[in-house]
């Protein structure tokens, strides 16, 4: 996935030097098993939310258990490194970097999902959870605190963009 510049509507982040290194020093001890950790924040948000799996058609229409299908990796993967690799980008940055042509389709599909904030909310908690069992030697107060900073400005940059989406 690219990251490049996106003019989201979120930025001047109020995200201090200490919340950005301890991002970053995280996402760089996690980056080497970003698959496995995507994954198991996926089946988090599925236990904490069983009934979130119908969002999912790749895991909603599968006989395949969730943690061996293939779909479902391939999505847990993408969606875990984007959000840490916007986190760890969001000081240098000023705001999400996530490119504006994928937060428009990240908005118009959780739109047509019907997302809502109680989606964001176990994703965040489910993100953080996954984080801290991770690397539980850097999780502290100010990490989680960090983390969830940055997953809120991505959220909002998303929400900003959830709307329906226009035919070209």
């Not at 599925?46 to 395949?64: C, G, N, Q």
């Not at 996954?130 to 030697?137: L, R, Y």
């Not at 983390?147 to 989406?165: C, M, S, V, Y």
């Amino acid at each position: 996935m690219s990251l490049g510049n996106s003019t989201c509507p979120v930025s001047n982040v109020l995200f201090t030097e200490e919340q950005e290194a301890l991002v970053v020093n995280s996402w760089n001890a996690m980056k080497k098993n970003s698959a496995e950790l995507g994954l198991k924040f996926f089946l988090k948000i599925f236990e904490i939310a069983p009934t979130a799996i119908k969002l999912f058609s790749f895991a909603r229409d599968s006989d395949v258990p969730l943690e061996q299908n293939p779909k479902l990796k391939t999505h847990a993967t993408s969606v875990f490194v984007m959000t840490c690799k916007s986190a760890a980008q969001l000081k240098k940055a000023g705001k999400v970097t996530v490119a504006e042509s994928s937060l428009k389709r990240l908005g118009s599909v959780h739109f047509k999902y019907g997302v809502v904030d109680e989606h964001y909310e176990v994703t965040r908690y489910a993100l953080l959870e996954t984080i801290k069992e991770a690397v539980p030697e850097m999780w502290s107060s100010e990490m989680k605190n960090a983390w969830t900073e940055a997953f809120n400005q991505l959220a909002a940059a998303i929400k900003a963009e959830t709307k329906p989406a226009v035919s070209a």
